[in-house]
């Protein structure tokens, strides 16, 4: 293929191979976001395991700040504000995915794709393949001036 000079014809069959893989790479199938599902899931329950780590802790650290303000109190102070912007991180990634989910399924709002759950089991997505949506969100309406 790389090697010598190819007929018209053969250069049209390379082109083609180029332009079908290509095909092939933009178009990803529900089975292969499904096992996304899977990751997602594990995810979750990462972060709630995390989560009960470090606000345990959290605790013990507000424990001996309370006890010896001298030496814990700094440090104290510090890991609050990184615990702050670590929430606040969290908070805009869940926001971000709400709306995706939200404007993917033809909700009016966030809240009713939540429904009162605090996380949304993506398994009972049915759009998964709209790229339209997620691109409208991440990007913006007009994707060439994003």
Known sequence: MASGKLSPRQKMINMMYLVLTALLALNVSKEILDSFVTVNNGLENTKATLKEKM???????????????????????????????????????DQIKGEVIAKTEGYESVDQAYANDTVINLKYIEKKDNYDVITEVMIGPEPATP
């Open 55 to 93: 606000d345990e802790t959290y605790g013990t650290f507000a424990q001996y700040a309370s006890e010896n303000q001298a030496k814990y109190g700094t440090s104290y102070a510090a890991a609050q504000g990184i615990q702050t912007s670590a929430s606040e991180l969290i908070t805009y990634i």
